[in-house]
């Protein structure tokens, strides 16, 4: 080739053709003698592959999209809810406890309720004429029993129909749990009789006089009975009159039925305390 390029008279070419062998051989020469960093290399094609959204491994159902600058680098803060957006999620045991819960105040509050029914079913007679009240006070039943037909004016003897009451509540409170607590309560007219030397005698001796005919049931575990006399300490109304006065002399018979009935109803539900 180079005696044709002789005899044609492009010479020139021989000249260039030397010039790009001696070229190449210094550019191979060079490569040989230089080191590539291939982990800077790596590091530099990555973030050129993430900046131009090209040689990226996705799955053949997505579709390939290019990536923002400003979302590589933002970092938003937390957001802080706003207490009335809060909401608190329940796990399924805190669920569960708290059904359970709901479902175990529902039953107490029948027992109380189902207690206090049967108290003014055994007391009907008597609550019809006046002389006896049953009310609830939480988780409590209260018997408000008056003087009047009852008692005589400063005896702790009790009438025969009154007994007979006493008798058939006596089966009632045989039959629900708790504590039972009897309390006397006079007016503030001194007492003059030799029986009893005040007012405090005369209360504890008719509260002490109902427990002792509560207590022949013998169903009736004496346990449970406590007996109290106040005097005139704690009356109903102010003793500014004869009707007041009436009204504060009286026998209340409370069951104490809070702990008894939840005791119950967890034996019931196989609830642990």
């Given at each position: 080739?180079?005696?044709r390029a002789r005899r044609n008279g492009n010479s020139w070419m021989i000249?260039?053709?030397?010039?790009?062998?001696?070229?190449?051989?210094?550019?191979?020469?060079?490569?040989?003698?230089?080191?590539?960093?291939?982990?800077?290399?790596?590091?530099?094609?990555?973030?050129?592959?993430?900046?131009?959204?090209?040689?990226?491994?996705?799955?053949?159902?997505?579709?390939?999209?290019?990536?923002?600058?400003?979302?590589?680098?933002?970092?938003?803060?937390?957001?802080?809810?706003?207490?009335?957006?809060?909401?608190?999620?329940?796990?399924?045991?805190?669920?569960?406890?708290?059904?359970?819960?709901?479902?175990?105040?529902?039953?107490?509050?029948?027992?109380?309720?189902?207690?206090?029914?049967?108290?003014?079913?055994?007391?009907?007679?008597?609550?019809?004429?006046?002389?006896?009240?049953?009310?609830?006070?939480?988780?409590?039943?209260?018997?408000?029993?008056?003087?009047?037909?009852?008692?005589?004016?400063?005896?702790?003897?009790?009438?025969?129909?009154?007994?007979?009451?006493?008798?058939?509540?006596?089966?009632?409170?045989?039959?629900?749990?708790?504590?039972?607590?009897?309390?006397?309560?006079?007016?503030?007219?001194?007492?003059?009789?030799?029986?009893?030397?005040?007012?405090?005698?005369?209360?504890?001796?008719?509260?002490?006089?109902?427990?002792?005919?509560?207590?022949?049931?013998?169903?009736?575990?004496?346990?449970?009975?406590?007996?109290?006399?106040?005097?005139?300490?704690?009356?109903?109304?102010?003793?500014?009159?004869?009707?007041?006065?009436?009204?504060?002399?009286?026998?209340?018979?409370?069951?104490?039925l809070g702990s008894a009935v939840e005791r119950e109803v967890m034996a019931?539900?196989?609830?642990?305390?």
């Amino acid at each position: 080739m180079l005696r044709r390029a002789r005899r044609n008279g492009n010479s020139w070419m021989i000249t260039y053709a030397d010039l790009m062998s001696l070229l190449l051989c210094f550019f191979v020469m060079l490569v040989s003698f230089s080191e590539m960093d291939r982990v800077r290399f790596k590091e530099m094609a990555g973030q050129l592959s993430q900046a131009f959204g090209v040689q990226r491994d996705l799955p053949a159902d997505r579709i390939p999209m290019g990536t923002s600058a400003a979302l590589e680098n933002f970092s938003p803060g937390e957001p802080v809810p706003i207490p009335s957006d809060e909401i608190r999620q329940l796990t399924t045991q805190e669920y569960q406890r708290l059904q359970q819960r709901q479902q175990f105040e529902l039953r107490v509050e029948q027992r109380l309720d189902q207690v206090f029914q049967a108290v003014e079913q055994a007391l009907g007679f008597a609550i019809d004429e006046g002389g006896v009240k049953v009310e609830r006070d939480g988780a409590n039943v209260r018997v408000r029993i008056d003087e009047q037909g009852t008692f005589s004016s400063g005896s702790a003897d009790v009438t025969r129909d009154f007994a007979a009451l006493l008798r058939s509540l006596s089966a009632t409170l045989a039959q629900v749990p708790g504590d039972i607590v009897i309390d006397g309560h006079t007016d503030d007219v001194p007492i003059y009789v030799a029986r009893f030397r005040s007012n405090w005698d005369l209360s504890a001796m008719r509260a002490a006089t109902v427990a002792n005919i509560l207590l022949e049931n013998s169903q009736l575990e004496p346990t449970r009975i406590a007996v109290a006399g106040h005097a005139d300490t704690r009356p109903l109304a102010p003793n500014t009159s004869a009707e007041s006065r009436a009204n504060n002399r009286r026998v209340e018979i409370t069951l104490l039925l809070g702990s008894a009935v939840e005791r119950e109803v967890m034996a019931t539900m196989s609830i642990t305390p």
